[in-house]
């Protein structure tokens, strides 16, 4: 009996050694393929993780230097903006006036005009009725213009008033009143000198601020007169004259002043 039973229990090991090798193969292909599976997944979650990474990486650095042209824009922004600030400043406090200055306008005009009037009676009598009219013209229908208005007209006057102390010219006009009225040249050699000369060259004055009257020149001083009046109209080069003049230097100094 126990020679039987030990061939029999050897067969049987070696039956079950065959069939579980049978019975476990598809299990094992099963699991290794399900691990492929995992892996390849766990990779694909691996590489969308890496380019997650990178965009926002990107995304910082371009952030990065945004803020770097933030920062320089900004620089080059401060002093504009300080600029600016005190431009606003500035008119606030010129508003803030504002109904100050319409009040005060109105007065300094009547002044300028005023000054300009008596600046034309006092001075040397050239042109007189022409810039007489002139300040006329600055008081009628003052109301009807608008302050831009007189304020350019005032200014016109006075800046006419100024150059002809820088001026050399001539005219034909008319000297003395009544019977005694007869026509003459006239020179006036900016605001130093004013001299008139009659057409055939016989008689010639110079004004006098201080006497206010006109003082009569010699055969030399009125050829001197002649060569000016050419000199004004362009006749002749310019050239040194030998004049007396209306008034002292210093009180023409003082005048322009």
Same mark, same amino acid.
């Given at each position: 009996?126990?020679?039987?039973?030990?061939?029999?229990?050897?067969?049987?090991?070696?039956?079950?050694?065959?069939?579980?090798?049978?019975?476990?193969?598809?299990?094992?292909?099963?699991?290794?393929?399900?691990?492929?599976?995992?892996?390849?997944?766990?990779?694909?979650?691996?590489?969308?993780?890496?380019?997650?990474?990178?965009?926002?990486?990107?995304?910082?650095?371009?952030?990065?230097?945004?803020?770097?042209?933030?920062?320089?824009?900004?620089?080059?922004?401060?002093?504009?903006?300080?600029?600016?600030?005190?431009?606003? +400043?500035?008119?606030?406090?010129? !508003?803030?006036?504002? =109904?100050?200055? /319409? &009040? $005060?306008?109105?007065?300094?005009?009547? @002044? *300028?005009?005023?000054?300009?009037?008596?600046?034309?009676?006092?001075?040397?009598?050239?042109?007189?009725?022409?810039?007489?009219?002139?300040?006329?013209?600055?008081?009628?229908?003052?109301?009807?213009?608008?302050?831009?208005?007189?304020?350019?007209?005032?200014?016109?006057?006075?800046?006419?008033?100024?150059?002809?102390?820088?001026?050399? +010219?001539?005219?034909?006009?008319? !000297?003395?009143?009544? =019977?005694?009225? /007869? &026509? $003459?040249?006239?020179?006036?050699?900016? @605001? *130093?000198?004013?001299?008139?000369?009659?057409?055939?060259?016989?008689?010639?004055?110079?004004?006098?601020?201080?006497?206010?009257?006109?003082?009569?020149?010699?055969?030399?001083?009125?050829?001197?007169?002649?060569?000016?009046?050419?000199?004004?109209?362009?006749?002749?080069?310019?050239?040194?004259?030998?004049?007396?003049?209306?008034?002292?230097?210093?009180?023409?100094?003082?005048?322009?002043?």
């Amino acid at each position: 009996m126990s020679t039987f039973r030990q061939p029999c229990l050897w067969w049987a090991f070696v039956w079950l050694g065959l069939a579980v090798p049978a019975f476990a193969g598809p299990t094992l292909h099963s699991e290794a393929g399900e691990a492929q599976r995992s892996q390849a997944e766990l990779q694909s979650h691996i590489d969308d993780a890496d380019d997650e990474a990178r965009a926002m990486l990107e995304e910082l650095r371009e952030l990065e230097r945004a803020e770097l042209r933030l920062v320089r824009e900004n620089a080059e922004l401060a002093p504009r903006l300080v600029r600016q600030a005190e431009t606003l +400043d500035r008119r606030e406090r010129a !508003l803030d006036t504002l =109904e100050e200055t /319409r &009040e $005060v306008l109105p007065v300094l005009q009547e @002044r *300028l005009v005023e000054r300009l009037d008596q600046w034309v009676d006092n001075d040397m009598p050239f042109l007189r009725e022409e810039r007489q009219a002139r300040v006329s013209s600055l008081r009628s229908n003052a109301s009807e213009r608008s302050t831009a208005e007189r304020w350019e007209r005032v200014v016109e006057a006075w800046r006419t008033e100024l150059e002809y102390g820088r001026e050399i +010219d001539a005219w034909r006009g008319y !000297l003395g009143e009544g =019977e005694s009225r /007869r &026509e $003459v040249d006239y020179l006036r050699l900016g @605001r *130093l000198g004013f001299y008139y000369l009659s057409p055939d060259g016989r008689a010639g004055g110079v004004w006098q601020v201080d006497a206010g009257s006109w003082a009569a020149l010699d055969e030399a001083q009125r050829r001197e007169v002649r060569n000016g009046l050419r000199m004004a109209r362009d006749r002749r080069a310019p050239e040194l004259l030998m004049l007396p003049i209306s008034q002292l230097l210093e009180r023409t100094g003082e005048e322009d002043a």
